[in-house]
């Protein structure tokens, strides 16, 4: 059964704290990884990992792929209290009904001024 | 480009009625997907499109019907609502498995 599990449920930090979020996945025909971030409303794009080993980069935040173990990391620095949001893992699998995408149950942070 | 569009927005039913909900994208995306969130696990797949006329059945389809007879609008339909139902729905689309772009969501109640 395809499965994609994500670490911790939960998190509080206080603001300034680096924080790493992780994400591992069981998935037939992987195709890509995906990071979203949740706040109350729709999930919005972070990065798309395709390749091991290939940090992306977006401000404080960044990401990295490890098809070998199967899992990917998010990390991000320097905490701000807009950080705050559920922050999802979904992985891209080809099927022969087409392309379809498994998600986790979501990393909810919380940054504390 | 007003991106992903749901509607509508709220709605509350009673068990046992009927209703449609209407996804739309202006990206000229082939696949489109309905999910539906509840507290604690996460986005699941109902049914998704990978282009115009076709569909296929997701992890929880039960209970749903969808159809896409135009390439930009995804209809997902609830022929006898359940208390079950209650959730939030977002639709999404993508182009393959390129990231996908997220509907607001309509919120649902059955009571």
Redesign the interface.
Known sequence: EDKVVQSPLSLVVHEGDTVTLNCSYEVTNF??L?WYKQEK?????LF?LTSSGIEKKSGRLSSILDKKELFSILNITATQTGDSAVY?C?V???LN??????????TSLTVIP | NAGVTQTPKFRVLKTGQSMTLLCAQDMNHEYMYWYRQDPGMGLRLIHYSVGEGTTAKGEVPDGYNVSRLKKQNFLLGLESAAPSQTSVYFCASSAGTLEQYFGPGTRLTVT
Do not use: C, I, V
């Open positions: 195709r890509s995906l409303k729709a999930p919005t794009f798309m999802l979904a891209g699998a080809y009904t087409g392309n379809q995408f498994y998600f986790g149950t979501g």
